[in-house]
């Protein structure tokens, strides 16, 4: 079944939270990443963790965030994970 980019959105936007962040840890698994998606509760806004040992060992802390006309991400969202980053 093809999605026009409209329909895809909107199912995008209708997922929970929780189903979104799977769709986003089985995107990067496709891409050859093993992913663990981590607990709601004191995850320190990281929903998954990203590792791969090919070409050589990387790690990826991910936080998933769905824009959409009434959910803006802003740019306090971006500095404060740039920040958990740092840490």
């Not at 909107?10 to 089985?26: N, P, Y």
């Not at 992913?35 to 070409?55: F, H, L, V």
């Not at 991910?62 to 969202?77: L, T, Y």
Request: net charge positive; no cysteine.
């Amino acid at each position: 079944m093809k999605l026009s980019r409209d329909e895809l959105l909107s199912k995008l936007r209708q997922m929970d939270g929780g189903k979104f962040e799977s769709l986003i840890a089985d995107v990067w698994e496709e891409r050859g990443w093993k992913t663990t998606e981590t607990p709601d509760s004191r995850d320190r806004g990281i929903d998954i963790i990203a590792k791969q040992s090919t070409p050589f060992k990387q790690k990826q802390l991910i936080q998933a965030k769905r824009w959409a006309e009434g959910n803006k991400i802003s740019s306090r969202d971006v500095q404060q994970y740039d920040s958990l980053r740092r840490q």
